[in-house]
DNA sequence: CCAGACGTTGTT
DNA sequence: GTCTGG
DNA sequence: CCAGACGTTGTT
DNA sequence: GTCTGG
């Protein structure tokens, strides 16, 4: 699945790559890298209306219109891709509301058959490149305070790369896919649907890092950085 | 008809 | 065990 | 996703 | 809001 993520490039250039207005200077120097995004987040997704692409903060977890609270979002960070047209909360969002979310990286956490423990990996491009995650969004106007926009991140099937590690991965969609997934007038959801495949074997890395991620309180830069798993079984961490 | 759920993951 | 918060 | 709380009354 | 279960 995806429920911890690295959102570490500048607007400016996620304006460049996604082909999307930039950020008011102003808005920009506000900005600051994540390195260990948890839900109820505010991330960056992309949005088009009147084929105007645009990046904007959205809440991680997505809320349905008719929620009470927020509470629930906790709950809906990930839609499935198999299942996403048949889910009251997710139809709809699927159909006219898609987003893309871009991230450096994700975490996922690996449970060791024998002992129960858990090791955290970042999965990553080899080349570098922001991962383009499929996201659906919807407004919540239930508190005072004005409308609440929020989003859920769509998981398929793991890739032969990822399985090892975990059964579910996030949903990567490739340049070419992102016009139509991006555009709300398009309503073929049977078409749409094809677009969530796993993503290529050889397009994420992988590597063991420190467990200091599993505390969505700690964001460093270096939490993404590759340790040795045997070391940390030991308690003695090569790299700190 | 009304009442109650509406979600995913992981674990068992 | 289960829910909430980050 | 993981970490951390989970409850009330009355008193300070 | 919309669907499922009774």
Wanted: aromatic content about 10%; charged content about 20%; some cysteine.
């Amino acid at each position: 699945m995806c429920g911890r993520f690295v959102a570490a490039t500048e607007p400016f250039r996620l304006a460049r790559y996604f082909d999307a207005e930039e950020w008011p200077v102003e808005q920009e120097k506000a900005w600051v890298p994540n390195y260990n995004t948890a839900p109820t987040q505010q991330v960056l997704a992309i949005r088009e209306s009147a084929g105007q692409r645009r990046i904007e903060y959205l809440r991680w977890g997505l809320v349905p219109a008719w929620a009470e609270d927020l509470r629930i979002g906790s709950r809906m960070i990930n839609a499935r891709a198999e299942t996403v047209t048949e889910k009251r909360s997710f139809s709809k969002p699927f159909k006219t509301q898609r987003c893309l979310v871009p991230v450096d990286g994700f975490y996922e956490w690996q449970v060791s058959q024998e002992t129960g423990r858990k090791q955290p990996h970042y999965l990553f491009r080899g080349d570098g490149e922001p991962l383009a995650l499929a996201g659906l969004w919807e407004v919540w106007n239930g508190g005072t305070e004005g409308p609440i926009e929020t989003c859920t991140i769509l998981t398929c099937a793991p890739n032969q790369t990822l399985a090892p590690i975990h059964d579910r991965m996030p949903v990567v969609l490739g340049r070419s896919a992102w016009g139509r997934w991006l555009d709300n007038g398009e309503h073929d959801t049977g078409y749409l649907q094809t677009l969530l495949v796993p993503a290529a074997n050889d397009l994420i890395l992988h590597h063991p890092i420190d467990t200091a991620v599993n505390s969505a309180s700690n964001n460093h830069a270096w939490l993404r950085e590759p340790v040795n798993p045997d070391a940390l079984t030991t308690g003695d961490n090569a790299l700190f």
